[in-house]
């Protein structure tokens, strides 16, 4: 007997969600291997500059060719000032924040960048208040209290791990830098919101890649001039694997992953973030862990669960 319309809904319902959560957990995998990637090649001698220029070279024409795609479907084409905006806007998240946090790696370790740039929502709920009139109930508080608390903890420890010739200072200058890009990326949120509303997410995206590409390359031609860095083959395969696999697949995953199941749901997935980035940290990197760092990564966790 045929199966009624309500049962084939609710079939296709589970099966829809079944796959956005799949692409938002494998999405929040890739990311979470971004630290410890770029770790890596900074132990074979590459730097912030030359790693985020190659990177964004490479993911640029995949972002072309989809932007193409997508305006050569569009009905209404969005107008110059549109565009503008969502250029300027992704000048914050993809450039900007992409900036400091590579350069905020050269000094910390993967567990606490991670952490930090994890607990982005405190600061997106600070910023909304500020700038939007955003209303922050008391509960707020202490998850805000829990968070910068787990911080502080986490902080800490890699002041007590860091490697020889790392100096208190060199861990508190990547700290800062760290938390630059994680204030970066949360104005980014929150002034993204009109553009991805205007264009759609995926051809935002796409614009937003591609001014930051413009600025990086831009940067990278001042600090470095017209030539490409020293590299190798494993040099080449780990930025291949950065720019594809942790940039522009991420990307598109996250957005599948939101259209199938929301943003609420597909948020979820971001929680174990910090615990794959830990685990791979220190059977890959080798670096310590103790309870400081379970302390400070249950604190920062159990706040911005409270915050979302």
Not at 82 to 107: F, I, K, N
Not at 201 to 212: K, R
Not at 263 to 291: C, D, K, N, Q
Request: aromatic letters at 10%; hydrophobic letters at 55%.
């Amino acid at each position: 007997m045929a199966a009624s319309p309500s049962a084939k809904d609710e079939n296709l319902s589970n099966k829809e969600l079944k796959y956005g959560l799949a692409l938002a957990f494998t999405a929040a995998f890739l990311f979470s291997t971004k630290p410890i990637i770029i770790k890596w090649l900074y132990s074979l001698g590459m730097s912030a500059i030359p790693l985020m220029g190659l990177r964004m070279l490479i993911a640029l024409p995949i972002y072309l060719v989809i932007g193409i795609y997508l305006w050569r479907k569009m009905e209404t084409k969005p107008d110059g000032l549109t565009l503008l905006r969502a250029a300027a806007v992704g000048l914050l998240g993809y450039y900007m924040a992409s900036l400091l946090d590579l350069s905020g790696l050269e000094y910390v370790s993967a567990q606490l960048e991670r952490l930090m740039l994890y607990a982005y929502p405190s600061m997106v709920v600070i910023l909304g208040a500020i700038f939007f009139g955003a209303k922050v109930g008391r509960s707020v508080i202490p998850a805000l209290v829990l968070t910068y608390a787990g911080l502080g903890v986490m902080y800490g420890h890699d002041l007590e791990i860091a490697p020889p010739g790392t100096s208190d200072a060199d861990i508190t200058k990547g700290t800062l830098l760290i938390l630059g890009s994680a204030l970066s990326f949360s104005l980014f949120i929150l002034f993204s919101k009109r553009g991805i509303a205007e264009l759609g997410s995926l051809f935002f995206t796409c614009i937003s890649m591609g001014s930051a590409t413009l600025a990086t390359l831009i940067h990278y031609g001042i600090a470095e001039g017209a030539t490409l860095p020293a590299m190798d083959a494993t040099r080449w395969v780990g930025t291949l694997v950065l720019a594809i696999l942790v940039t522009v697949v991420p990307s598109f995953m996250v957005s599948g992953a939101i259209k199938r199941i929301g943003p609420a749901r597909a948020s979820v997935s971001g929680t174990i973030g910090p615990v794959l980035t830990t685990i791979m940290a220190i059977i890959f990197l080798g670096e310590p862990f103790g309870w400081a760092a379970v302390l400070g990564m249950s604190l920062v966790m159990l706040g911005v669960s409270r915050l979302k």
